[in-house]
């Protein structure tokens, strides 16, 4: 389990908000966690008012596995 340079964070950050259904709490939350599936990606997602597609959720994570 790698940690992120502070630089790192920030540009996973910036990517992550690219994605439309992402936004920037969220973007700081999937930065921390760094969830490696969709189960713990749709954790982070649980409390909104919106699921996201298969696809979706794929999307943030081929962005999150780009900085493992």
């Keep these: 389990?790698?940690?992120l340079s502070p630089e790192e964070s920030r540009e996973l950050v910036d990517e992550l908000l690219d994605i439309e259904k992402v936004d920037e709490r969220t973007a700081h939350k999937i930065a921390d966690l760094r969830p490696l599936?969709?189960?713990e990606l749709r954790a982070?997602?649980?409390q909104e008012r919106y699921s996201l597609s298969g696809e979706e959720?794929?999307?943030i994570l081929n962005v999150v596995r780009?900085?493992?």
Excluded: G, H
Aim: avoid cysteine.
């Design 44 to 46: 982070v997602y649980a």
């Design 1 to 3: 389990f790698a940690v």
């Design 57 to 59: 959720l794929d999307e």
């Design 66 to 68: 780009k900085y493992d």
């Design 37 to 39: 599936d969709r189960s």
